[in-house]
C-alpha cells in the first residue's frame, strides 16, 4: 500500500550522546522517527504529528543536557500545494 507523502520533515542534531538518545526516545512513541546519521534523528509525516514529536523531542533532549540542539525542517513542494 502507498505512503502518502510528507507533510513535514524534521532532522535535529545533538551531539551529546545521551541527551541525543533521550531526544529520539520521546520521539519514538509517534511512530514517525527514524536515525539519519550519528547524531541525527529524522522526523517525518503529518505537519501537526511532526511538530508535536519534535517539540517532546527537543524538551527531552534539553533535559537531558543538550547544549545544542540544530533542527531542520523541510516541507516538500507537493504538500505545500505548489
Do not use: K, Q, W, Y
Request: no cysteine; net charge negative; aromatic share 2%.
Amino acid at each position: 500500500m502507498p505512503v502518502p507523502p510528507a507533510e513535514l520533515s524534521a532532522t535535529f542534531t545533538v551531539t551529546e550522546e545521551a541527551a541525543h538518545a533521550a531526544g529520539r526516545a520521546a520521539a519514538a512513541p509517534s511512530g514517525l522517527a527514524r536515525d539519519a546519521g550519528p547524531h541525527d534523528t529524522l522526523i517525518s509525516g503529518a505537519r501537526a504529528d511532526v511538530l508535536a514529536a519534535l517539540d517532546a523531542a527537543i524538551e527531552a533532549a534539553l533535559d537531558a543536557g543538550a547544549r545544542r540542539v540544530d533542527v531542520r525542517l523541510e516541507a516538500p513542494t507537493e504538500a505545500r500545494g505548489a
